[in-house]
Nanobody, 118 residues
Framework: QGQLQESGGGLVQPGGSLRLSCAAP???????????MGWYRQAPGKERELVAT???????DYADSVKGRFTISRDNSRKRVYLQMNGLTPEDTAVYYC?????????WGQGTQVTVSS
């Protein structure tokens, strides 16, 4: 617990934007930097799904549903990962989770709620 801390969720109107942030305060830099970082989301009644990932050297990958709208980035010096979300739709409503993967181990945050509604 406490490995990853998400923030930035909230209520936004369709077409709006949000920026999620994930901090890893208990992870030392030498462990954070080589880690694969990602954002996942889980909508009510649905399974958790991948949104975006970013490797240690900055290579990114996105779910088809968010390509062109979401951007994942990382700041290794601050041990943070971000998810810029533009053009939000009600279908983006979910709890968004930050994930860290290294050497076959996964770590998760507790999630931040994103609600897109008029």
């Amino acid at each position: 617990q406490g490995q990853l801390q998400e923030s930035g969720g909230g209520l936004v109107q369709p077409g709006g934007s949000l920026r999620l942030s994930c901090a890893a305060p208990r992870t030392i830099t030498s462990v954070f930097n080589p880690s694969m970082m990602g954002w996942y989301r889980q909508a009510p009644g649905k399974e958790r799904e991948l949104v975006a990932t970013i490797t240690s050297d900055g290579r990114t990958d996105y779910a088809d549903s968010v390509k062109g709208r979401f951007t994942i980035s990382r700041d290794n010096s601050r041990k943070r990962v971000y998810l810029q979300m533009n053009g939000l739709t009600p279908e983006d409503t979910a709890v968004y989770y930050c994930n860290r993967q290294l050497s076959g181990r996964d770590f998760w945050g507790q999630g931040t709620q994103v609600t897109v509604s008029s």
